[in-house]
């Protein structure tokens, strides 16, 4: 079992950056890949960002690649996504997400343990 606590969410405006910080705890953290999805009012929860247990590897959802790198700290038990140059279609609320393997974590059907969520707003 993992659990998973989001914070850094906030509202911005449009360029402005922010960075989402996730505390897991629970079982060991470094077997885990993580990832970040967000999920905007009326739309599906969607993948932004994947990192591998140790984090050699990393993808990113083609609209977000050069604005947010995902990162992690293993001695920290937890897992960045920091969010530069953020435009009005990054509002949602982003949701930190553990699994097994990265090859699989990137699709939400596939996450056994998610957060509560951290809204971010970006006005224009």
């Known amino acids: 079992q993992v659990k998973l606590v989001e914070s850094g969410g906030g509202l911005v405006q449009a360029g402005d950056s922010l960075r989402l910080s996730c505390v897991a705890s629970g079982d060991s953290f470094s077997n885990y890949a993580m990832a970040w999805f967000r999920q905007a009012p009326g739309k599906k929860r969607e993948f932004v960002a994947a990192?591998?247990?140790?984090?050699?590897?990393?993808f990113y959802v083609d609209f977000v690649e050069g604005r947010f790198t995902i990162s992690r700290d293993n001695a920290k038990t937890s897992v960045y996504l920091q969010m530069n140059n953020l435009k009005p279609l990054d509002t949602a609320v982003y949701y930190c997400?553990?699994?097994?393997?990265?090859?699989?974590?990137?699709?939400?059907?596939?996450?056994?343990?998610w957060g509560q969520g951290a809204q971010v707003a970006v006005s224009a």
């Open positions: 997400a553990a699994g097994p393997k990265i090859v699989t974590i990137t699709s939400y059907q596939n996450v056994p343990y």
């Open positions: 990192i591998d247990s140790n984090g050699g590897r990393r």
